[in-house]
C-alpha cells in the first residue's frame, strides 16, 4: 500500500512515514497541499493520505475539499494528523470529507488503531 504524507515540517513527514512504514506502507511525502495535488495529478496513486492542517501555500481542510471534489480520488483514504483539537476543527475536516483524525502528538500504536479502524492493515496486522 502507499501513502502520501502531506505536512509543511520535514521532521513531522519523517515521524508519520517512520510510523507507516513498518506497517507496510511505501510513502511518500509532500510539504503542502498544493504540492500533494501535483503528485497526485502526476499519476502517483495513493491508499492513504496523512494530512496536517496548517500548512503555507494550501493547507489541509482545502487539500481534502479538493480531493473529494475529483471522482477519480474517491477510494483514497484520508486521515487529518494535526495539532488542532478543537470538536469544531474536527467537524469541519470530517464534513469536507476525511476519514479520521489524529491529534499531534500521537504514538506509533495510535496511527496503527486508526488504520485498523479504517481496514487499512494487512490481514497479519490486524488486531
Known amino acids: 500500500m502507499r501513502a502520501l504524507v502531506i505536512d509543511d515540517s520535514r521532521t513531522m513527514r519523517r515521524i508519520v512515514s517512520g510510523s507507516l512504514q513498518p506497517l507496510g506502507f511505501e ?68 464534513a469536507a470529507g476525511a476519514h479520521e483524525y489524529l491529534i499531534k502528538p500521537f504514538t506509533p500504536d495510535a496511527v496503527r488503531a486508526k488504520l485498523d479502524l479504517l481496514g487499512l492493515l494487512p490481514l497479519e496486522e490486524q488486531g
Open 27 to 94: 510513502t511518500h511525502e509532500a510539504e503542502h497541499g498544493r504540492a500533494a495535488l501535483d503528485l497526485l495529478e502526476g499519476g502517483l496513486d495513493v491508499d492513504l493520505a496523512c494530512i496536517d492542517w496548517n500548512m503555507p501555500v494550501m493547507d489541509g481542510l482545502t487539500f481534502v475539499t479538493e480531493v473529494r471534489a475529483r471522482p477519480a480520488w474517491r477510494n483514497v483514504t484520508l486521515m487529518m494528523v494535526t495539532t488542532e483539537s478543537e470538536h469544531g476543527q474536527i467537524v469541519r475536516a470530517l
